[in-house]
C-alpha cells in the first residue's frame, strides 16, 4: 500500500500509470510536496530568471489552493486571458506542446475564442501576491498569462517557463505575467498535508 500526498495523486493521475510514476519521479525531481515559505517560492522563480518579468502569487489559504487546483486542472498548467480578463479556450492547456504552439501564434489583434464563465479576476480573488506587490493596474496588457506551478513539482516546470520564455521574446504584443504558486505555504498553519492511499 503506498502513500502519496494528496498534490502528487492530482498531478500523476492523469498522467502516467502507477509502474512509470517512481522512474517519472526521480528523472525530474519530484518529491512529496512540503510545506514552504513566500520567500521560497521567490528563490525558485528568480533563479529561473522571472524576476523582472511577472508578479509572484501564492494561494490565500488551503482552500482557495484547492479551488485554483480545480480550475487549473493540473500541475503545471498555463492559462491565457483577453485583455477583458476572460479565459481563451484554446485546446487543453494541460499539454505543453499545444500551450507551447498557441504561445507562438499569439498576436496582439488575434481574435481568440474566449470563456466568459472562466475570468481572470476569480483567480485574482484567490490569491494574494508574495511581498504584497500586486499587479499594475495602469499596465494595459493585451493579453494576461498564468503560470501554475509548484515545488514539488521539480523540472516539469520547464514545460510552463518555457512558455514564459516564449512569450517574453514577443515584443509585439503586452502580456501581463501571473505566476501562481499552488504549494501549501506555511504561514497558513497546517500541521499536515491532505494524502490519499493507493493499494496499488
Known amino acids: ?42 528563490s525558485f522563480l528568480n533563479k529561473k530568471g522571472f524576476e523582472k518579468v511577472g508578479t509572484y502569487y501564492v494561494c490565500k489559504d488551503s482552500a482557495s489552493l484547492f479551488k485554483v487546483l480545480g480550475r487549473a486542472k493540473g500541475i503545471p498548467e498555463t492559462n491565457f486571458f483577453s485583455s ?37 479576476e476569480e483567480i485574482m480573488s484567490l490569491v494574494k501576491p508574495v511581498g504584497g506587490i500586486s499587479v499594475d493596474k495602469n499596465f494595459k496588457a493585451d493579453f494576461s498569462v498564468v503560470f501554475y506551478w509548484a515545488t514539488f513539482v521539480g523540472k516539469i516546470n520547464n514545460n510552463v517557463f518555457e512558455i514564459a ?21 506555511k504561514s497558513w498553519g497546517m500541521k499536515n498535508i491532505p494524502i490519499v492511499v493507493s493499494n496499488k
Do not use: W
Not at 500526498?5 to 500509470?17: D, E, K, R
Not at 516564449?166 to 499552488?182: A, P, Y
Open 165 to 185: 520564455d516564449e512569450l517574453k521574446k514577443n515584443s509585439l504584443i503586452k502580456i501581463r505575467f501571473l505566476f501562481v504558486n499552488v504549494d501549501f505555504q
Open 84 to 120: 477583458s480578463g476572460e479565459f481563451i479556450a484554446y485546446g487543453d492547456s494541460s499539454c505543453p506542446g499545444l500551450a507551447m504552439n498557441f504561445a507562438k501564434t499569439f498576436t496582439p489583434d488575434g481574435h481568440y475564442k474566449t470563456d466568459p464563465s472562466f475570468k481572470l
Open 1 to 42: 500500500m503506498k502513500r502519496f500526498s494528496f498534490f502528487l495523486a492530482i498531478f500523476l493521475s492523469g498522467f502516467l500509470n502507477y509502474s512509470c510514476k517512481s522512474i517519472m519521479m526521480r528523472i525530474n525531481k519530484v518529491s512529496n510536496p512540503t510545506f514552504v515559505t513566500e520567500s521560497q517560492t521567490v
